[in-house]
């Protein structure tokens, strides 16, 4: 089975901090993702990777920036976080860019004070 | 860009009763759909997913789903809910923007069964 490991599930920053989500895959996947999940919102899509060192922007990157340096780790960074980040945080992976599922983490529930 | 619209945002029902979860989409070109449950505590899973051939896909635990292309609709249903469907659900489209495929997620559902 695919395995997507989050290194935290609870996390408490304080605002201004420089916050470090990690993922790891371990089924060789080319495509990462990083999603915030908020109640009544949806999952959102952050940033993606399709390669080691690729990113682009999903539909809400703004205070986010994302690291691939290793195709099976994908790194997410708040470099100042602040309260209105508090989220859970949803790494996954898949195999190809189109028909194929999302492989999930079991997410990171992040809470900025 | 690709939206996705989740009409229902909370149903509660009882066991037994018949379940369907209206998705739309907003995206011309060839899409590949999917529908994901997120149990109480657990990390998202895969229901069912349409690419291609038959419009009506089964997935598991009984559930099924229609694609109407004329709709722009993937909606969900199960003839029979059980309490252990209590969960959210989440309506998926994987859709060619730019030059990437890009998976957007509706704002989900939260379904209660009774038992």
């Known amino acids: 089975d695919v395995k997507v490991t989050q290194s935290s599930r609870y996390l408490v920053k304080r605002t201004g901090e420089k916050v470090f989500l990690e993922c790891v895959q371990d089924m060789d996947h080319e495509n990462m993702f990083w999603y915030r999940q908020d109640p009544g919102l949806g999952l959102r899509l952050i940033y993606f990777?399709?390669?080691?060192?690729?990113?682009e922007k999903g539909d809400i990157p703004e205070g986010y920036s994302v690291s691939r340096e290793k195709k099976e780790r994908f790194s997410l960074i708040l470099e100042s976080a602040s309260t209105n980040q508090t989220s859970m945080y949803l790494c996954?992976?898949?195999?190809?860019?189109?028909?194929?599922?999302?492989?999930f983490g079991s997410g990171t529930q992040l809470s900025v004070l | 860009a690709q939206s996705v619209s989740q009409h229902n945002h909370h149903v509660i029902l009882s066991e037994a009763a018949s379940l369907e979860l209206g998705c739309n989409y907003s995206y011309g070109g060839t899409v590949n759909l999917f529908w994901y449950v997120q149990y109480p505590g657990q990390h998202l899973q895969l229901l069912l997913k349409y690419f291609s051939g038959d419009p009506l896909v089964k997935g598991i635990k009984g559930f099924e789903a229609e694609f109407i292309k004329s709709k722009f609709s993937f909606n969900l249903r199960k003839p029979s809910v059980q309490w252990s469907d209590t969960a959210e659900y989440f309506c998926a489209v994987n859709a060619r923007g730019g030059g990437s495929y890009i998976p957007t997620f509706g704002r989900g559902t939260s379904l209660i069964v009774h038992p």
């Open positions: 990777s399709y390669d080691v060192k690729m990113k």
């Open positions: 996954a992976s898949s195999p190809d860019r189109g028909r194929e599922k999302l492989f």
